[in-house]
């Protein structure tokens, strides 16, 4: 393995919350606007 | 030994301080893609028509919709051989490769569909879309679940209730998008009704979307470790820290038992999502709710759109929930509530309690979906870590069984109850009864499951790269 080992107890840095949002936000955008046509779809049933 | 290439599995491990909440995004990159299989529907009326050109008034010659239909049971089928077959490699290879090579077949596999819908050939659809894309499916599908696992020993069902929800969320996606594409290109004047284009389009789209996964994703070192997690000491007997190889699992009753647990849980889910639509037109038709208070085609539709909802929440609320129940529980939950709600609702259908009736099968959907989502926790607590991809993926084998097992039972009895002249609600309750007594089979399953005979364990450490070095 061409990586030095890592502590057990690496914490997490927080600089990456960025990058975390952003990815979040590159799956989630599409999730949430697929969500968002069902549930309008699903609103026939109340009609 | 020459230099490792980008997608090798040493060349993904993850250096200090890597936010492990970019794994989740990455796994969902490639679930959401791939969960457009569920989507596939929306193009059987056009797909049915291209000789034609009018999806109300097919030709003589065009596709039969039973044609069609094969075209989602090959990718089915597919998707669970190929993950029991690949899943070894998988753990070998690492994540990023598989995911890579999921997403060549997912795309490629809209490519070579596309070519057999401009030449109007059902074979070369079959083996674009059903076969190849099949075959990126079942990578696709288990491709994230052992990183996950592994980056999230503390949270594992949160984990892998993530990533799964991505498979019920993208047809969400891709059933809106589909129809906005069809639309456009039949507009354009492309032929095909769209379908061709659209596949295309498919294609390139996915195949971009995924890349964001399989550049993204990360395997732990080996020695990390979540700051502040310690290991469980074996306060619950059903979760081991030892490891059992994918070969091994399958020679354990354990194995077996929850391969009938999946089964059963995803042939009586699908009892209800195959027969949605029209078993809450025919239920709660205008004969039984009054003149022009029926539950209209448009209202079923949304129905199905609710189940697809909670089939989706689920995922993510059952999964994570069994982090604090356990896996055992969880699935008691499962089929024991399951039964009483299978068999409640032919009643809910005898006394036209529509609200009630929609309650009931939506909570029945979200177990189906948390069924799904929560097995791969469950192997990895029998089975450990080390190879729980690869077990997974030949546990999906009762997926593929389920698929083709549920609409067999659900047709065959719904119609035997209609040709002894039952009609609405009544011409499903033997259905609704069946489902009910398969949930029987699995909760003894599950009931059955035990701690895996530590014969089975793997003696020392073992190499997270098996014959990688």
């Keep these: 393995m061409n990586q030095p080992p890592v502590s057990s107890t690496t914490p997490e840095t927080p600089s990456s919350g960025g990058a975390v949002f952003l990815a979040w936000a590159f799956v989630g955008i599409p999730l949430l606007w697929g969500v968002s046509q069902t549930f309008i779809k699903a609103l026939d049933l109340f009609k | 030994m020459a230099e490792a290439s980008l997608l090798d599995r040493s060349r993904t491990v993850a250096g200090p301080g890597y936010n492990r909440w970019l794994i989740p995004p990455a796994a969902l990159a490639i679930h959401l893609a791939i969960g457009q299989a569920y989507a596939f529907s929306v193009f059987k009326k056009p797909l049915g028509a291209l000789i034609s050109g009018d999806p109300a008034a097919p030709a003589a010659a065009d596709w039969t919709p039973t044609q069609l239909g094969i075209i989602f049971s090959i990718a089915i089928v597919l998707l669970g051989l190929s993950a029991a077959i690949f899943g070894k490699w998988l753990e070998r290879v690492g994540p990023r490769k598989a995911m890579l090579a999921s997403a060549l077949c997912f795309s ?116 990390w470790a979540p700051a502040g997690y310690v290991p469980s000491t074996q306060q619950n007997a059903l979760i081991t820290n030892n490891n059992v190889s994918a070969d091994n699992a399958l020679k354990t009753p354990q194995f077996w038992l929850l391969w009938v647990v999946l089964l059963t849980n995803v042939t009586a889910g699908i009892g209800v999502l195959e027969t949605a639509s029209p078993l809450v037109q025919e239920s709660f038709s205008d004969a039984a709710m009054g003149a022009g208070r029926g539950v209209t085609a448009a209202a079923a539709a949304g129905f199905v759109g609710l189940l ?9 609320f059952w999964s994570s929930a069994s982090d604090k129940l356990g896996r055992k529980v969880t699935y008691a939950i499962y089929f024991g509530l399951g039964i009483v709600l299978y068999a409640l609702i032919p009643t809910l259908g005898h006394n036209v309690q529509l609200a009630l009736y929609v309650v009931v099968a939506c909570v029945i959907i979200s177990m189906y979906g948390g069924g799904f989502a929560t097995i791969p926790a469950y192997l990895s607590d029998l089975f450990g870590k080390y190879q729980v991809g690869a077990i997974h993926g030949r546990l999906l084998t009762a997926w593929s069984t389920a698929g083709i097992l549920g609409p067999l039972i659900v047709n065959f009895l719904h119609e035997s109850r209609k040709a002894e002249g ?30 895996v005979n530590a014969k089975y364990n793997e003696k020392g450490p073992v190499d997270a790269e098996p014959g990688g070095h």
């Design chain 2, 308 to 316: 697809s909802l909670f089939n989706l929440l689920g995922r993510f």
């Design chain 2, 108 to 223: 490629g596999g809209f490519f070579i569909a596309a070519l057999g819908v401009h030449l109007h050939n059902l074979w070369i659809v079959y083996f674009g879309y059903g076969v190849v894309g099949g075959i990126g499916l079942g990578i696709g599908y288990i491709s994230p679940v052992s990183t996950l696992i592994k980056w999230f020993p503390d949270r594992r069902g949160v984990a892998t209730g993530m990533a799964i929800m991505g498979f019920g969320g993208g047809a969400m996606i891709a059933s809106p998008l589909s129809v906005a594409l069809m639309d456009y290109f039949k507009t354009s004047g492309t032929g095909t009704l769209g379908v061709a284009a659209t596949f295309l389009t498919l294609g390139v789209i996915y195949l971009l979307f995924m890349q964001f996964g399989v550049w993204t994703i990360r395997v732990p070192a080996d020695d």
């Design chain 2, 422 to 451: 039952y009609t609405g609600a009544a011409a499903y309750q033997t259905v609704f009864y069946a489902m009910a007594g398969l949930l029987v089979v699995g909760l003894l399953a599950n009931f059955a499951v035990t701690a």
